[in-house]
């Protein structure tokens, strides 16, 4: 997609409080339910991972608001969005096209934060943007090699056979495995109902499209440096891929989503990063 000519056109914008949601049109003419919160400051989009949605965002658009303009979306095949794309096809840097669209909507430089694949998104992103993306964050994203590093086409078909047996009872179980004891029942409730309710045809889609991709190539890339807020607890456990130059700041007693495991200790370690990065 790349090199082709944007066609960023919002629509149906409504407002609630703070926020205004409307739909930006990505280049194959996917519609990006996007919400922008505040009115002055930087742009920060924040960019949600496989399975998840704007949502899992609330608690930093609210708290981040106040001093920054706030941009959450919903990627296609996720949340609000549609099910499928006109394409047809699922790839990171079709999702970096996106973020990009949306990029061109708001017409000002943007700080990209993407969680989880969210990360993969958000660094293709900045490719695409250039100059255009002030700075890049990550969190519990990039370094996990069974992710981040194209995985054998084998164990990509086990993987998507796993979920195939059963989506909802898998995608739980995984969850469980990757957030941390003090998460709370209540949350990880919450976060196993969010991704179980993708459609299963897309996400499985999408899931085969982020094993086959390669952040190695990818990364020399990136025009800005990247900073990521990762797990302790899951990068003691996984196999982690050396990534030259990436500033990790590691989260303890917090699993994979650290934005909800503990909001406030995040929201203060992301703004301290926004404010390192931005000046």
Not at 6 to 11: D, G, H, I, L, M
Not at 131 to 148: N, Q, S
Not at 229 to 253: H, K, P, Q, T, W
């Amino acid at each position: 997609m790349a090199g082709m000519s944007r066609n960023p056109v919002a629509s149906m914008a409504t407002s609630s409080g703070n926020s205004v949601s409307t739909v930006v049109v990505a280049e194959d003419g996917a519609p990006i339910p996007v919400t922008l919160y505040g009115s002055a400051g930087p742009v920060i989009i924040l960019v949600h991972g496989w399975s998840c949605s704007a949502a899992f965002w609330d608690q930093q658009a609210a708290h981040l608001a106040r001093d920054y303009r706030v941009v959450t979306i919903d990627l296609p095949g996720h949340g609000l969005a549609e099910p499928t794309r006109p394409s047809g096809h699922w790839s990171m840097a079709e999702f970096g096209s996106d973020i990009a669209a949306v990029a061109d909507w708001i017409g000002s430089d943007v700080v990209l934060v993407g969680h989880s694949m969210g990360g993969a998104v958000a660094l293709e992103a900045a490719v695409q943007l250039g100059p255009r993306c002030r700075a890049l964050i990550g969190v519990d994203t990039f370094t996990e090699a069974g992710f981040y590093a194209a995985r054998p086409a084998a164990e990509i078909a086990a993987r998507r056979a796993m979920f195939e047996a059963s989506f909802k009872d898998t995608m739980r179980g995984m969850i469980a495995a990757i957030t941390a004891d003090g998460a709370g029942a209540g949350l990880i409730d919450w976060i196993g109902d969010a991704m179980a309710a993708t459609n299963p045809k897309a996400a499985l889609g999408v899931l085969e499209a982020l094993l086959a991709w390669d952040i190695v190539p990818r990364w020399d890339l990136c025009p800005v440096p990247v900073t990521t807020i990762n797990s302790a607890m899951l990068a003691r456990r996984n196999e982690l891929i050396e990534l030259a130059g990436l500033d990790v700041r590691l989260m303890e007693d917090v699993g994979h989503f650290p934005m909800l495991e503990n909001p406030s200790e995040f929201n203060a370690l992301l703004r301290n990063i926004l404010v390192e990065r931005l000046g």
